[in-house]
T-cell receptor
Framework: GQQLNQSPQSMFIQEGEDVSMNCTSS?????WLWYKQDPGEGPVLLIA???AGELTSNGRLTAQFGTTRKDSFLNISASIPSDVGIYFC???????????WGAGTKLIIKP | EAQVTQNPRYLITVTGKKLTVTCSQN?????MSWYRQDPGLGLRQIYY???????DKGDVPEGYKVSRKEKRNFPLILESPSPNQTSLYFC???????????FGPGTRLTVL
């Protein structure tokens, strides 16, 4: 099945650094969702985007729905140890279609 | 507390021995789905259900069965498990297929 291209695959960062990751698709999407999976748990929704150009924040997290509607970005400012985990993007063409998932970005904070 | 529960959380079994992983949600969601998660491949959808008695194949349905006899329950059945079904499995539910999905805690399955 179709997958989103999510990058980077993994990131090693220092505590306090800012983080950026993105997802791109060959299809135009009407919905972008960003999830985080903590070790040993199921994914949890962080931010939902429903409009091209939309910029939404959730604490230190900011996500944007790309203006081309084929990409989305997630930024984390001033990373802290509890930010470690896997971040997934998911997109949907329209309500008649299933969500399509990215392969995930694994965030690791260097001690 | 609104939640999705899965059982068992961990299971080690042998090739060919039928097993069922249960999934239950208490949010009155119409949509339920099963995913498997493998390193480097992200979440791949196995089956989904838009409502009671309505199920459909996802991206990787081979070797799996599901049923949706009640709104709250969506069990995943492996009639004859094989080692390539060793994976981490997640059940999820939502009000609709494009809406926020709530995930269960996962079931780690090992097939020897």
């Amino acid at each position: 099945g179709q997958q989103l291209n999510q990058s980077p695959q993994s990131m090693f960062i220092q505590e306090g650094e800012d983080v950026s990751m993105n997802c791109t698709s060959s299809s135009i999407f009407n919905t972008w969702l960003w999830y985080k999976q903590d070790p040993g748990e199921g994914p949890v929704l962080l931010i939902a985007l429903y409009k091209a150009g939309e910029l939404t924040s959730n604490g230190r997290l900011t996500a944007q729905f790309g203006t081309t509607r084929k990409d989305s970005f997630l930024n984390i400012s001033a990373s802290i140890p509890s930010d470690v985990g896997i971040y997934f993007c998911a997109g949907q063409v329209d309500s008649n279609y299933q969500l399509i998932w990215g392969a995930g970005t694994k965030l690791i904070i260097k001690p | 507390e609104a939640q999705v529960t899965q059982n068992p959380r961990y299971l080690i079994t042998v090739t060919g021995k039928k097993l069922t992983v249960t999934c239950s949600q208490n949010m009155n969601h119409e949509y339920m789905s099963w995913y498997r998660q493998d390193p480097g491949l992200g979440l791949r959808q196995i089956y989904y259900s838009m409502n009671v008695e309505v199920t459909d194949k996802g991206d990787v349905p081979e070797g799996y069965k599901v049923s949706r006899k009640e709104k709250r329950n969506f069990p995943l059945i492996l009639e004859s498990p094989s080692p390539n079904q060793t994976s981490l499995y997640f059940c999820a539910s939502s009000y609709g297929q494009g809406r926020e999905q709530f995930f269960g805690p996962g079931t780690r399955l090992t097939v020897l």
